[in-house]
């Protein structure tokens, strides 16, 4: 039986940071030693809750038809399936995501492509399959722990690396003060800069990060984003009108209708958009 945690703090346990919500998991591997060992690092965090382990894919997939969980850990080899394939199968009875747990280091990519939160090779480490889980979610990132992050740098460069022949960049990694996140940089509408904030516009959510503008705009792929004025990125494709205003500046509306303004000083791309050479 899977062990249930306690809603208390354990003794001495410090009652200022708020309680880490238990996360079900299965652990897929036919390798019965691998899975007990992972096992015993995922308890330790105390935050993850092994509901099941197979040893095959198609007893992975029963499973999962059979109970949704939050996380599953799976191997890249299988006996009956590849593990990639199993991802695809498995994927819309995942409430968050799969993370691989494997020795095949050169199959990391494939993990990427079929949307993997991460990749942790065997044999495990504890403090990399925290880093996995502080990437889920599933514990907080520790006061100026700065592995976490780095273990996000080493993802958005791999998905570069993929994305390379579509474009320069297809990813923003945003910061925040209770972890970080990869944004595909496709959904971003537009991006302003607020004091010492940047704020990224998606949809209706509003993303925020400590940084200086000039420095998202160099992780971006500027065939993509353009400067309209000294506080404002907009996703060229976001826009569905561009309208001249006063003194040589623009209004832009996007999609959704949030309009823009443009500055003289940054009005050159716009007018290259429509065809017509700056003037000096």
């Known amino acids: 039986m899977p062990r249930a945690f306690p809603d208390a703090p354990e003794p001495g346990a410090d009652s200022s940071r708020p309680p880490v919500p238990t996360l079900s998991a299965i652990l897929v591997d036919p390798d019965r030693l691998h899975r007990e060992r992972l096992r015993r690092e995922l308890e330790a965090e105390q ?29 890249t080899v299988l006996p009956d399936m590849d593990g990639f394939e199993l991802a695809r199968l498995l994927r819309a009875h995942v409430r968050i995501g799969l993370i691989y747990v494997t020795g095949q280091e050169r ?19 504890a403090d990399r399959l925290r880093e996995a889980l502080v990437h889920a979610g599933a514990v907080p990132v520790p006061d100026g722990d700065r592995e976490a ?25 945003i910061r925040r003060p209770d972890g970080a996140c990869l944004v595909k940089t496709a959904t971003i509408d537009w991006i302003e800069a607020a004091g010492k904030l940047v704020k990224v516009h998606i949809g209706k959510r509003v993303l925020e990060q400590r940084a200086a503008l000039a420095s998202v705009e160099r992780q971006l792929d500027p065939d993509q984003f353009l400067r309209i004025s ?15 205003w006063f003194n040589g500046e623009y209004v832009v509306i996007l999609d959704e209708g949030t309009r823009l303004s443009s500055s003289r000083r940054h009005r050159a791309g716009l007018r290259r958009l429509l065809g017509k050479e700056d003037e000096h």
């Open 47 to 75: 935050a993850i809750q092994v509901v099941d382990e197979c040893d095959t894919a198609r007893e992975a997939i029963e499973v999962g038809q059979r109970a949704r969980v939050d996380l599953v850990f799976l191997e």
């Open 230 to 244: 000294r506080s404002v990125l907009v996703n060229i494709d976001r826009i569905r009108e561009i309208q001249p």
């Open 149 to 173: 992050e780095g273990t996000l740098e080493r993802l958005m460069a791999l998905l570069d690396q993929r994305d390379a022949q579509r474009q320069r960049r297809a990813r923003l990694l």
């Open 107 to 125: 199959r990391a990519r494939q993990a990427f492509d079929v949307h993997a939160l991460d990749f942790v090779l065997k044999p495990i480490r």
